[in-house]
């Protein structure tokens, strides 16, 4: 839990629920299990040993920081992760709604869960929504799940980028678009062309576009620079398709299987 995040496209983090298992390629250096494994703060990711942690006592820490904040939901976990309940996923919402001044800023590479319990949720305008995508395979899967969640923002965190990947023909409901290189000792590197057609492709189809990091043996090795500048675009705040009178054509979509 931080008050303050040196990810740079937000402010602070805040972990309801620890604990996690991998799913697709982008998870294979994931930062949590890192930073799990060297601060040895318990078996959440060691092998046959996973523990999904869901914490009661940190749901309305949020509520106490006054100063209104950007804040990133779990990233020591994944808030719609098969092992945490549908009632605590709500109540974290519900948190989120109370602490309007705060924008949360979720990331989730369960999209399949995401879709099956979105209309069980309450998708206050402070509320950002996005998915991880590191290939062509995965952002052919989550983004269109995501395009139908009737969140304020909706955004993709393309990172750590492990291929090149087309974005445009899923760009139409998307806001805003992170993309970064890997970082770590066994950093897979990627290259400025793919970076650049991700970039292009945003500017056409209007979405925000901000470069994180070309990544490296630590996250700030490469810096940040792309084509002589920093793209450091942040979405326009919008009121959320919900509230805008959108019928969310989730809703009743929960199966008992999705909890
Ligand atoms: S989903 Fe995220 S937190 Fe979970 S293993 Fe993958 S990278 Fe790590």
């Given at each position: 839990?931080?008050?303050?995040?040196?990810?740079?496209?937000?402010?602070?983090?805040?972990?309801?629920v620890?604990?996690?298992?991998?799913?697709?390629?982008?998870c294979a250096?994931?930062?949590?299990?890192?930073?799990?494994?060297r601060?040895?703060r318990?078996?959440?990711?060691?092998p046959?040993?996973?523990v999904?942690?869901?914490?009661?006592?940190?749901?309305?820490?949020?509520?106490?920081?006054?100063?209104?904040?950007?804040i990133?939901v779990?990233?020591?976990?994944?808030?719609?992760?098969?092992?945490v309940?549908?009632?605590?996923?709500?109540?974290v919402?519900?948190?989120?709604?109370?602490?309007?001044?705060?924008?949360?800023?979720?990331?989730?590479?369960?999209?399949?869960?995401?879709?099956?319990?979105?209309?069980?949720?309450?998708?206050?305008d402070?509320?950002?929504?996005?998915?991880?995508?590191?290939?062509?395979?995965w952002?052919?899967r989550r983004?269109?799940?995501?395009a139908?969640?009737?969140?304020?923002v909706?955004?993709?965190s393309?990172?750590?980028?492990?291929?090149?990947v087309?974005l445009?023909?899923h760009?139409?409901?998307?806001?805003?678009?992170?993309?970064g290189?890997?970082?770590?000792?066994k950093?897979?590197?990627?290259?400025?062309e793919?970076?650049?057609?991700i970039?292009?492709?945003?500017?056409?189809?209007?979405?925000?576009?901000f470069?994180?990091?070309?990544?490296?043996?630590?996250s700030k090795?490469?810096?940040?620079?792309?084509d002589?500048?920093?793209?450091?675009?942040?979405?326009?705040?919008?009121?959320?398709?919900?509230?805008?009178g959108?019928?969310?054509?989730?809703?009743?979509?929960?199966?008992a299987?999705?909890?």
């Open positions: 839990m931080a008050l303050k995040s040196a990810i740079e496209w937000t402010d602070a983090t805040w972990n309801p620890t604990g996690c298992t991998k799913i697709s390629p982008g250096h994931c930062y949590a299990e890192a930073i799990t494994l601060f040895r318990g078996p959440a990711f060691l046959g040993q996973a999904i942690k869901t914490h009661d006592d940190r749901l309305r820490l949020p509520l106490s920081w006054k100063d209104p904040r950007r990133f779990n990233s020591m976990s994944d808030l719609f992760h098969e092992e309940s549908l009632e605590f996923i709500q109540k919402f519900q948190v989120m709604e109370q602490a309007e001044r705060h924008t949360f800023q979720i990331l989730t590479k369960r999209h399949e869960r995401l879709e099956a319990i979105a209309g069980e949720l309450a998708w206050p402070n509320v950002w929504m996005g998915v991880s995508v590191e290939n062509q395979y952002a052919d983004i269109p799940l995501l139908k969640v009737p969140a304020a909706r955004f993709l393309v990172e750590p980028l492990l291929k090149p087309d445009s023909r760009l139409e409901n998307i806001d805003w678009v992170v993309v290189g890997e970082s770590g000792p950093a897979r590197g990627l290259q400025e793919w970076v650049r057609k970039r292009d492709d945003c500017l056409q189809a209007d979405v925000s576009f470069f994180k990091q070309w990544g490296g043996r630590t090795a490469g810096g940040r620079t792309l002589g500048r920093i793209w450091d675009q942040m979405p326009a705040v919008k009121t959320s398709t919900k509230k805008a959108w019928d969310n054509p989730l809703r009743g979509s929960l199966s299987s999705s909890r």
